[in-house]
């Protein structure tokens, strides 16, 4: 499809497959809203319950209809063989897109304050001394990239392929943070002013601080060794 | 002159009462947004000025010089917070009470008649504004402003920036002005409005323009072309 597109006609056929492919969902066609693993209660006092309500049934919810919209407009594109009109869409499915795929990583990476398990041993235990020192190194480290992201973004551990170990990173706006970076996603920190203001104003290092209290990091390792097999580490 | 003693700035006042522009915005908002939001960039930039130890740097006491100082040396921390120090002055002054407010600036006003000549009607300007502010992807500003070209052509046109970004670090091709300005950092809204951003902006257009305080920066404007020996 993709050799294609270069045509100045696409046959009929393959535009309908290269758009089905391109706009590729689960549930039949469009994207859904995913249901958070916990009641919108679940994370007070760190996160309360209106900002949750808000933050998921609004904000993310927006993402997700708007990345629908996109897509059906990419599908027309794509089958018309209008290759400008294909790239006048990269900003909306990249911040769309982004904002839908971030934010369900961010559900799955939080999880009730008396859940919380410090990560101190076992795979992910490991990894964070051998690439931090310990925890709190590596809190101290990622809350301060955090906390400096100027405007709209997200803070990331994430696990570098490459090198095979894990590291911070930041990423603007709804930039996806392997798309953007190559990284892989482990765990999420949205820094929208959205994500706090309700609970603590412009006090966006409370936040921060508050919010490793709540991260499920039984999550961040099953990601983890996910991303350590893909990557033929293990 | 080792003794120079660098420019340090001082939060400036809001031109209004904390709810005055209620029920529009509201004084929680005000409060926060002017006492913590603004004045955090003010000190902010007031610490690395003392700090500074450049001599160009050093002998700058306006702040639209510092923002352009900080943008042609990429000095992004030193442009974010002096940027917005001055995009939130601006903003403030582009608002006044909602008995006053919004709609359209009257019809002699020299900011109506470039309206209708560069937008075609006060309704384009309005979509094309409002599109600006909602389409901000993250946190930024929409701004109507006035440029002539070096071919004397005068219009005012919309634009939106991201974070600090600021129309004034854009004259390259002729004159750049902004008259007006409309902050859409989720800061800005989020207490009355919360995700509604769309119903913010709308109620900006309608309720909170500042049209005395747009017409006066676009006749500022329009003299400072005069100065080059241009009409009016």
Redesign the interface.
Known sequence: AAANLRSSALPDKVAKSAAAYLSAAPSGGKHELPDLPYDYAALEPVVSAETME?HHS??HN?YVTNLNASLEKLDAAVSAGDVSGIIALQ?ALK?NGGGHVNHTLFWENLAAPEAFKAPTDGALGDMIKCCFGDFDKMKAELSAQTIAV????WGWLGYNPKTGAIEGATC???DPLQATTGLVPLAGIDV???AY??DY??VRPNYVNAIWDIINWDVVEARLLAAQKAAGKI | NNDAVVQQFELPPLPYAYDALEPMISSKTLN?HHD??HA?YVNTMNSMLAAAENDELKSLTALEDIILYAHQKGN?GLF?NAAQSWNHEFYWNCMTSPKNGGGKPPKQSHVSKLIQSSFGSHDEFVKQFTNAGNTA????WAWLCYTSTPDNNKKLFVTKT???GTPLTDNDNGVVVPILTMDV???AY??DY??ARPTYTETFLNKLVNWDFVESNLKKAMKMNDDKGEEL
């Open positions: 808000l609004k904000h927006t900003g911040f100027q405007g709209s973004g603007a706006n709804q929208w002013e959205h203001y309700v104003r412009n | 926060y913590k939001h955090k992004v974010n992807f993250g946190s930024g991201i974070g600090a950092w989720e800061h989020y207490l919360q995700n």
